[in-house]
């Protein structure tokens, strides 16, 4: 079945640092992925997308995202966390041919121990 | 530059009862979706609208229906509410022209419903 996982609900790090999050999905045909933030009370904000090129993908705030195509994961990281990035992180697919039709993972809680 | 903006902010209503969500665009975006977003769980696609038409759904059921009006903003109502109704709502915006069409979607903050 066609699916976004992320693996890990919840996850504490300490200030200071690395961060990574997983994500996996499930489809036929690459499709083209997000990572989005939310913070409590918040929309969903855009960290990084990834459509094609290289698979390196810098993002705002200092997140980077890497895709691997033999794994079919999209993983977040951050090599330094703040205590502001505490929130949900959610990653997406737009699946192959679906324009605009975002498909979410359960979301993985962050939180930062100072 | 006002981002997307939704309204009410919170609803509470009862169990069989009508509801009416509203959603303005971020200027410039002209393609509206609806997502929904139960406690504890990633957003759900309802449906999509653009040209005041809807373009995509997900699966829901047809008590939920949508607008787009000419300017674009949107509307979302649900008929015959359910407990299970009870969840974050939240709306995106995204343009349809140029080499990021409809690739990123700016969300509004959301609409809390709650139905008791």
């Known amino acids: 079945a066609q699916s976004v996982t992320q693996p890990d609900i919840h996850i504490t790090v300490s200030e200071g640092a690395s961060l990574e999050l997983r994500c996996n999905y499930s489809?036929?045909?690459?499709?083209?992925l997000f990572w989005y933030v939310q913070s409590p009370g918040q929309g969903l904000q855009l960290l990084l997308k990834?459509?094609?090129?290289?698979?390196l993908v810098q993002g705002i705030k200092g997140f980077e995202a890497e895709f691997k195509r033999s794994q079919s994961s999209f993983n977040l990281r951050k090599p330094s966390v703040h205590w502001s990035d505490a929130a949900e992180y959610f990653c997406?697919?737009?699946?192959?041919?679906?324009?605009?039709?975002?498909?979410f993972g359960q979301g993985t809680e962050l939180s930062v121990k100072p | 530059d006002a981002g997307v903006t939704q309204s009410p902010t919170h609803l509470i209503k009862t169990r069989g009862q009508q509801v009416t969500l509203r959603c303005s665009p971020k200027?410039?975006?002209?393609?509206v979706s609806w997502y929904q977003q139960a406690l504890g769980q990633g957003p759900q696609f309802i449906f999509q609208?653009?040209?005041?038409?809807?373009?995509q759904r997900g699966n829901f059921p047809d008590r939920f229906s949508g607008h787009q009006f000419p300017n674009y903003s949107s509307e979302l109502n649900v008929n015959a509410l359910l407990l299970g109704d009870s969840a974050l709502y939240l709306c995106?915006?995204?343009?349809?022209?140029?080499?990021?069409?409809?690739?990123?979607?700016?969300f509004g903050p959301g609409t809390r419903l709650t139905v008791t």
């Open positions: 995106a915006s995204s343009s349809d022209i140029g080499p990021d069409a409809w690739s990123e979607q700016y």
């Open positions: 990834y459509f094609s090129g290289d698979t």
């Open positions: 997406a697919v737009v699946p192959y041919n679906q324009g605009g039709k975002l498909i």
């Open positions: 200027s410039g975006h002209d393609t």
């Open positions: 609208y653009y040209e005041e038409e809807e373009r």
């Open positions: 489809y036929g045909a690459t499709p083209y």
